[in-house]
């Protein structure tokens, strides 16, 4: 995120307020997951969830954590 940035896009502002929380939440776990090396152990304790509820939310968002499968 650049300095002039805003925090929340202008498209978000558009969607449902559920719709909103899942982009979010898909982009920011996906961002987490990068810094955490792929490692979903490691992004529970950086997230602060629970690690079979955190599997679940990823699910959900259709994020893909199977290669770091292996890692933990």
């Known amino acids: 995120m650049t300095e002039g940035e805003p925090l ?7 969607m449902p307020l ?7 939440e898909r982009a920011y776990l996906q ?4 810094l955490c090396g792929g490692k979903v152990g490691q992004l529970a304790k950086r997230v602060g ?9 990823l699910r959900s968002l259709g994020v893909d954590f199977r290669q770091s499968l292996t890692d933990d």
């Not at 929340?8 to 558009?14: E, F, I, S």
């Not at 559920?18 to 979010?24: G, L």
């Open 18 to 24: 559920r719709e909103a929380r899942e982009h979010f």
């Open 8 to 14: 929340v896009k202008q498209d978000l502002l558009a």
């Open 31 to 34: 961002q987490q997951l990068l």
């Open 49 to 57: 969830m629970e690690r079979t509820h955190l599997y679940r939310k």
